[in-house]
């Protein structure tokens, strides 16, 4: 088992930042992709940033392209999701996860298997 744990959300007004962080646990070995998920009240979940543990590289959503950030910590099985001007349309409950997803697949909530309790993101005036 792995176990995630999301920190760093908040209340912001638009234009501010904020940097979530998300600590795994356990069975780390067993996936090669985290990911930062969020999901808005009524909408689906969807994946805004997504590494492969091995090399750094990221996919990204084009919303959040250029303002969003996902980045592995210098400690291990640590992932960092740097978010700057924020819009209230990022406002949502954010999840970190870690899995395997098949190639072309990383931001398909499906390919995840393990999930982080989510932290509260609101971006408001």
């Known amino acids: 088992q792995v176990q995630l744990v999301e920190s760093g959300g908040g209340l912001v007004q638009p234009g501010d930042s904020l940097r979530l962080s998300c600590a795994a646990s356990g069975r780390t070995f067993s996936y090669y992709f985290m990911a930062w998920f969020r999901q808005a009240q009524g909408k689906e979940r969807e994946c805004v940033a997504a590494i492969r543990w091995s090399t750094g590289s990221a996919d990204y959503k084009d919303a959040v392209k250029g303002r969003f950030t996902i980045s592995k910590g210098n400690a291990a099985n640590t992932v960092y999701l740097q978010m700057n001007s924020l819009k209230p349309e990022d406002t949502a409950v954010y999840y970190c996860?870690?899995?395997?997803?098949?190639?072309?697949?990383?931001?398909?909530?499906?390919?995840?298997?393990?999930w982080g309790q989510g932290t509260q993101v609101t971006v408001s005036s």
């Open positions: 996860a870690a899995g395997s997803p098949p190639y072309g697949a990383t931001m398909v909530p499906t390919n995840y298997r393990y």
